[in-house]
């Protein structure tokens, strides 16, 4: 069985300041963990995802999220945010062939000017 | 087409009420889902179709729901009995195949379903 926890339905942060959501996971096999951004009235989109290699992850809008298998994380971070990061970000987990993607229950990030 | 196409994009209903929903996936998706994202709250799984395989029902919240999936291709969800708090952004998906292999999930613009 897999699943994802996203700690925090809601952030928020300062204009400028550090970005840190927080997503951890469950999953008896390797995993293949995604951030997906949903801007308001859209559709999500793939932010980043890690799949094998690399365990630092570089996605659009200069966000960044690291896979650290020893605390089963997956935590997204931007360096500064911006008025336009503001939305919501959703974790999601799978464990391989043609099981379906488990989605965590998203955090709203509000940015501050 | 290009994206994964959905419609309508708004449907206002009178309680009591059939409505359908469509969803067109990337040509050549062969999993696709559907999800139901009510005012504030996450996304709510509902039904996952991949390729000619049996489709994972678990998510659907009652049996008013169903959905069904032609060809392998345009897929309807089905709401019999319309309620209120059936009122939500119902939001469709599609991957290639074998999607927990890591293959990006694609998803509409939604259908958002009012009823009043």
């Known amino acids: 069985a897999q699943s994802v926890t996203q700690l925090g339905s809601h952030v928020s942060v300062s204009e400028g300041a550090l970005v840190l959501l927080r997503c951890n996971y469950s999953?008896?096999?390797?995993?293949?963990l995604f951030w997906y951004v949903q801007y308001p009235n859209q559709g999500l989109q793939l932010l980043l995802k890690y799949t094998t290699g690399a365990t630092l992850v570089k996605g659009i809008n200069g966000f960044e999220a690291e896979f650290k298998k020893s605390e089963t994380s997956f935590h997204l971070t931007k360096p500064s945010a911006h008025m336009s990061d503001a939305a919501e970000y959703f974790c999601a987990v799978s464990s391989g062939g043609y099981q379906k993607v488990t989605f965590g229950t998203g955090t709203k990030l509000q940015v501050i000017p | 087409g290009a994206g994964v196409s959905q419609s309508p994009s708004n449907k206002v209903t009178e309680k009591g009420k059939d409505v359908e929903l469509r969803c067109d996936p990337i040509?050549?998706?062969?999993?696709l889902y559907w999800y139901r994202q009510s005012l504030g709250q996450g996304l709510e799984f509902l039904i996952y179709?991949?390729?000619?395989?049996?489709?994972?029902k678990s998510g659907l919240p009652s049996d008013r729901f169903s959905a069904e999936r032609t060809g392998g291709s345009v897929s309807t969800l089905t709401i019999q009995r319309t309620q209120q708090e059936d009122s939500a952004v119902y939001l469709c998906?599609?991957?290639?195949?074998?999607?927990?292999?890591?293959?990006?999930?694609?998803f509409g613009e939604g259908s958002w379903l009012t009823v009043v």
């Open positions: 999953s008896s096999v390797p995993p293949y």
């Open positions: 040509s050549g998706h062969t999993a």
């Open positions: 179709f991949q390729g000619n395989s049996a489709p994972d």
């Open positions: 998906a599609s991957s290639l195949s074998m999607p927990g292999s890591g293959n990006t999930i694609y």
